[in-house]
């Protein structure tokens, strides 16, 4: 049997029989929606008993680009899509129009050096070294959109590596910044499972200041550190006064409803060098059983 040669596969390939299906004779039957080709019928796949099927989908189509793109693991970054880069910070002073706007301004312009705190960090990371099997580590990932996102992905440009973004479809439009690599962009509709690839891969979190969407991702991540859903990973907090003017995370453990150990699930920080050589140390010193 050395000289037989056995066919890799018997069947068309589905890409094949996608095409074949557009040059159908036309038919009333072959014209109709019941005939389309499951995998080609937009609005079967959208109807809403096919919702555990696109859950299936958001979860399996990122998997596989990320293990195409041989990405072993990933530094994220969380925070607000509204604090400003410093050389645009003073168009929210000129924009306000009241004390409260004014107040609101003079806040995110005291932020804006976050932009390039989370920009060099992003450019430490990216200049991890692939392993022996080829796998990249440390991979810059973001929410794609602008602000603190932005600032991640450029920075990983900067040092010429790729690097990750994760959007989401909102009611209004949410464009990816332009330092995301293309073939790494990323569009979700659920957000479960977008919170889901963030932390996949994840092996260090840096939570910048942020709003809603970033208490959400990180208070996520604490709570699965916390119950051991996740094995601890090294958890940023970038910016410790506002950290503590709008949490009281002391208060939280006096009042018995976190551990007074649950506290010790982060580190503050304020430098990139010190998040990333807090980074590193985390994963010297981490027993390999961990």
Not at 72 to 95: M, N, Q
Not at 200 to 205: G, P, Q, S
Not at 226 to 238: A, D, E, F, R
Request: one cysteine or more; aromatic letters at 10%.
């Amino acid at each position: 049997m050395t000289d037989t040669r056995v066919p890799a596969r018997v069947f068309p390939n589905a890409q094949d029989e996608a095409e074949a299906a557009k040059n159908l004779t036309q038919t009333p039957q072959t014209m109709h929606p019941a005939y389309r080709l499951a995998f080609q019928d937009t609005d079967f796949l959208l109807r809403e008993d096919l919702r555990p099927v696109r859950f299936q989908l958001e979860l399996l189509k990122p998997e596989l680009l990320l293990d195409e793109a041989q990405i072993g693991s990933t530094f994220v970054f969380y925070g607000s899509a509204r604090i400003p880069e410093p050389a645009k910070a003073e168009l929210l002073r000129e924009a306000a129009t009241d004390d409260f706007g004014r107040l609101v301004a003079e806040r995110l312009i005291a932020k804006s050096h976050y932009y390039d705190v989370a920009r060099e960090l992003a450019h430490l990371a990216s200049n991890c070294p692939r392993d022996l099997e080829g796998q990249r580590h440390f991979v810059v990932c973001s929410g794609g959109g602008p602000s603190i996102m932005e600032a991640a992905n450029r920075g990983a440009e900067d040092a010429g590596a790729e690097s990750i973004g994760l959007n989401i479809m909102l009611p209004h439009e949410q464009t990816p910044n332009p330092y995301v690599t293309p073939s790494l962009s990323m569009q979700f509709h659920y957000f479960a499972l977008r919170k889901m690839h963030f932390l996949l891969r994840a092996r260090a979190v840096a939570v910048f200041p942020g709003g809603f969407g970033t208490f959400d991702e990180t208070f996520e991540l604490l709570t699965l550190i916390q119950t051991g859903k996740v094995s601890p990973i090294p958890v940023l907090m970038y910016g410790r006064e506002f950290w503590e003017r709008v949490v009281n995370f002391e208060a939280l453990a006096e009042e018995g409803v976190i551990s007074r150990k649950d506290l010790g699930l982060f580190q503050f920080v304020e430098t990139a060098q010190e998040g990333w050589d807090y980074v590193r140390k985390w994963w010297r010193d981490r027993p390999l059983a961990a």
